[in-house]
């Protein structure tokens, strides 16, 4: 008798329950995984390789290693980062031969013109701030907000995602929510730059192309550590942001 008749209609199957019948050859358990995961596997792939044909090859990957890997793998309640770590490798890989090929695109998406961070008025508006925001850290940093930020993996799953130890992992969050704070700040400070009394800046970005990288970033970054009006600009600015977002920076 299979996994899938054996276990009643009515009741939500668990990720070990279905590793452990997948492992043993059952496909319809297997089928049951990819129906869970292959869509957040593959939201996931689309933010780390901006491209969502290269990330539908990812996935297809990430399922065919798991067929041949299930049984390998020891703890099958760690399904769901054992997962993510395969797709995160995967999607690396892809980066680094599409370094090869060509230069890699600038991430993130252009950011949306509309309403300044004291009218942001939408979850929309804010998730697109935090993606241009990202363009300003570094690139493992960038996949690390992926998947807690974007995907809500934390903790003991998120230290098995990035194949680091849970104690390293808390002391990366915390370096990465340091890091987005500054990025998200000098971005804030630098969208509105002819709007806040700071002409020094406004001169020194009137060739800007928008695009928000981590020279950028570190660029604005100094200047507001010496500039007091820029200071208390980012400072309100990100007490908005704050508020209207409910705490982004605390799902670190």
Known sequence: MTFMTTVPKNRIISDTE???????????????IYNRYASPLHAYCVG???????ASDCVQEVFCIATTELPKLRNADKLRPWLYA????NALRALSDRRREAACDELPDDAATGPGPFTLTAQNELRQLIA???????????????????????????AQALGISHDSTKKLLQRLRDTVERSL?????ARRAPQNGCPQLAADLSGWDQQFTVLMRKRIARHIESCSTCDEYRRSALNAVAMLGGGVLDKL
């Open 132 to 158: 241009q925001a990202a363009g300003g850290l570094s690139e493992r940093d960038r996949h690390v907000l992926e998947l807690a930020y974007r995907h809500g993996v934390t903790g003991i799953e998120l």
């Open 86 to 89: 395969i797709a995160r490798r």
């Open 18 to 32: 279905l590793a452990r019948a997948a492992a043993a050859g059952d496909r319809a358990a297997l089928a049951a």
């Open 185 to 189: 700040g000098a971005l804030l400070v």
């Open 48 to 54: 780390m390789l901006r491209d969502r044909h290269a």
